[in-house]
């Protein structure tokens, strides 16, 4: 049987390496967020429209990679909550704006708090500036494209 050639290809290949490690942080991030009453996928919301300033229902499935129907059902977790606040578009009025509250806020503060002692058990074998070095590359795996999450107009 012959073999394929192998062209400019890495020697070790990240993924199943990141697979264990999401994994790893996703166990121990639930349970720290559950006393707050949130979920992974609410922190990722929270902290996205925290960082973007809000935006669209739409751009936000986008950025969330989640189809329009879960992104109604996410929202309405935390509007219930009172951690998020959805308004008709100036703009386009078939469009809803959703917006970190002053509730959503500090929830995500305490959450993101609760967190740091995750990441300072998992990552605990890494320097502070690898820690940076992380980041920033998995930062640029993700793509820093616009992707419709902007600032909402008042």
């Known amino acids: 049987m012959a073999s394929l050639p192998v062209v400019n290809q890495p020697v070790h290949r990240s993924g199943a390496l990141l697979d264990q490690l ?8 639930e349970s720290v967020l559950a006393p707050l009453g949130l979920r992974v996928r609410h922190l990722i919301a929270l902290t996205v429209l925290r960082d973007r300033g809000g935006c669209t229902q739409q751009a936000l499935a986008t950025t969330l990679e989640i189809d329009g ?17 959805r308004r008709r578009s100036p703009e386009d009025r078939r469009r809803h704006v959703v917006e970190l509250t002053d509730a959503g806020a500090k929830r995500l503060a305490k959450a993101e708090f609760a967190l740091a002692a995750v990441e300072d058990e998992v990552f605990a074998a890494l320097s502070d500036a690898q820690r940076e070095a992380l980041y920033g590359l998995l930062q640029q795996a993700l793509g820093t494209g616009d992707d419709g999450c902007v600032a909402a107009i008042d």
Request: glycine share 4%; proline share 0%.
């Open 69 to 85: 129907t879960n992104i109604v059902g996410l929202l309405n977790d935390l509007e219930a909550e009172n951690l998020i606040a």
């Open 22 to 29: 999401a994994r790893r942080v996703r166990l121990r991030s």
